[in-house]
């Protein structure tokens, strides 16, 4: 990859890594919880996530997804349905007294919050999409394809690990100012109701 096209794919990745999305939401959602540090297994979640996408594309299956009615259709109504839960989940959840806080990182072990965000991303259709139209435009044709694939999927995890904990440090400090229980709950419920708009969004993409 020539400077150029580094530099143009450095600044495409960091572009899509800030728009606000279903990782966003979710490593916000984490980092007002648990905190910066207690959120790491969720980030490390949605690159676990983001690296199945790359690989799906990298192997071709992802042209199968952009071709086939079917199988978009399943993923695309899996994503849709585990979004609604997700945002229902988040609406309902109990507040956490300032005396609990620091303990709040035992409601939910870690690797279910992993599990979780590789879910988030996994079920994303639409990324998968995104990727086939992004990646092909930043493939020098003179070198060989799988390790420019490789390459580009450790910058795109590099970059979006980056922005996730920057999205998890601001949660953290917001978090410092959410006192009362009633502050909790009208947060819980924005968070849920962002997740649940995102699932309305993805129920309404067409390739």
């Known amino acids: 990859m020539s400077p150029e096209l580094f530099w143009a794919f ?12 279903a990782g966003a939401i979710n490593t916000m959602s984490n980092g007002l919880r648990y905190g910066l540090k207690r959120t790491l297994p969720a980030i490390l979640g949605l690159q676990a996530g983001l690296g199945i996408q790359l690989l799906v594309v990298g192997v071709g ?27 229902v989940a988040k609406w309902r959840e109990r507040t ?22 590789v879910l988030v991303n ?31 999927g450790v910058i795109m995890i590099g970059v979006d690990i980056l922005v996730m904990c ?17 502050q909790q709950r009208l947060l819980n419920r924005l968070f849920g109701g962002l997740f649940i708009l995102v699932a309305g969004l993805l129920a309404s993409y067409r390739t």
């Open 96 to 117: 956490v007294s300032p005396d609990e806080s620091g303990m709040a990182g035992a409601d939910e072990p870690a690797l279910r919050r992993f599990a979780t965000s």
């Open 122 to 152: 996994v079920t994303n259709p639409k990324a998968t999409i995104f990727l086939i139209a992004l990646l092909p435009q930043f493939l020098d044709p003179n070198l060989p394809r799988p390790l420019q694939f490789t390459v580009m």
């Open 10 to 21: 450095l600044a495409a990745t960091l572009l899509i890594s800030i728009t606000p999305g």
């Open 61 to 87: 299956l992802g042209t199968l997804l952009a071709s086939s009615e079917l199988a978009f259709a399943l993923i695309k109504w899996g994503g849709v349905v585990y979004l609604l839960h997700l945002g």
């Open 166 to 182: 920057g999205f998890a440090g601001l949660a953290t400090v917001i978090a410092g100012w959410l006192r009362s229980p009633r």
